[in-house]
């Protein structure tokens, strides 16, 4: 299976199964939108779950925010976006087409051939108007980042948490960037959603703080079972104008090596410029010390949507006549699927649905079938990453105990109707 074979049998599979759409497809679409289906919705939730679990849950040090997307634009003139987060645009003097600068190799036009001219800096960010009157009073911006709402949110939480330094706040949510390109499938689009945390330390501390963080966020992937993957440091030339340093971790696509997240050392940039433009004192005081200071941050910065096609990537394997999507049990959209071996014996209906219906009970996401032959059940689950298939046969009728069959290995055992949710 070449590489590119590879991605596009992703997307089929991703269309066909419920996963991922192109958005407002009845009209066409529209580039850089994309909407998740059923399935995709569950691994979405999953892998949010799993980051939240990890980041806020397990530790006694982050609290979680969800602040709203569009902010006082002041917030943007401050974190250096209304000037500074832009890509730089090259014009085809034939065709008029748009591209960014370092995507294009040569002077020519990827499209028609034609000569490219530089045209500007491109703001990325996504312009709107709060209120009935649309004008430059009332404009304001969908957020490009996650981030500000937590810096806008520090004193406050300060003030209200009883958080001691060093602690961090977590936050999932939608940005918006208005890409000039967006490609590469959910890779790089102009809506997505953001995993991240912002973690204040005193300075001086925020390079052992750099380091814990990239460690603990490569273990996350690695214990998820995300294969190809490295670290990777960005050059001076290449970090945010927020960044004292960054390290990403790559992922690799069947498209390259590409960053699935940023972890960054953003020093006490943001919460400077926000006391320096707001005029309001957003320092720490060390409450046992008396000492007062500007914390630096540590953020590790993860696109959900990135991740979740580097998940499918990592997954999707054809063995023989199979397609299998080996997903870890904790982002599979399904637990397990619970089949009637045959569709048209109602005893075996009933005992097949009164399984199913004890094992949602448990609180698990479990999947119903009773379509076609039990083989292609089968093969519909693996192709969706379910790990268990569950049957209910003759046998169950008689001794209580069904069929569960292994996705990875196709193997299956026979186990009491007792053992199941323990077995799940
Ligand atoms: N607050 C830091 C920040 O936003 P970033 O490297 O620009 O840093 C962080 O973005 C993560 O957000 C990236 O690693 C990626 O996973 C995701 N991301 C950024 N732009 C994206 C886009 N256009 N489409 C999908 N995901 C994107």
Known sequence: MSKENKLEKIVSLAKRRGFIFPGSEIYGGIGGFYDFGPLGAELKFNIKQAWWDAV??????????????????????????????????????KCRKRFRADETETQKCPECGGELIKARNFNLMFKTFVGPVEGTASVAYLRPETAAGIFMNFKNVVDTMRVKMPFGIAQIGRAFRNEINPKDYVFRTREFEQMELEYFVKPGDDERAFKEWIDKRTTWYEKLGLKNIRKQEQSPEERAHYSKGTVDIEYEFPFGWKEIEGIANRSDFDLKSHSEHSGQDLSYTDKETGEKYLPYVIEPSAGVDRICLAFLCDAYTEEDKRVVLKLHPKLAPYKAAVFPLVANKPELVEKARQIFKELKATGLNIAWDDRGNI???????????????????????????????????????????REISGHL
């Open 56 to 93: 806020v849950k397990e530790r006694d040090d982050v609290v979680g925010l969800s602040a709203a997307i569009i902010m006082n634009p002041k917030v943007w003139e401050a974190s250096g976006h209304v000037s500074g987060f832009s890509d730089p645009l090259v014009e085809c003097k």
């Open 375 to 417: 083989g292609k059940r089968y093969y519909s689950q693996d192709e969706i990453g379910t790990p268990y298939c569950i049957t209910a046969d003759y046998q169950t009728l008689e001794d209580g105990t069904v069929t569960i069959r292994d996705r990875d290995t196709a193997k299956q055992e026979r186990i009491s109707e």
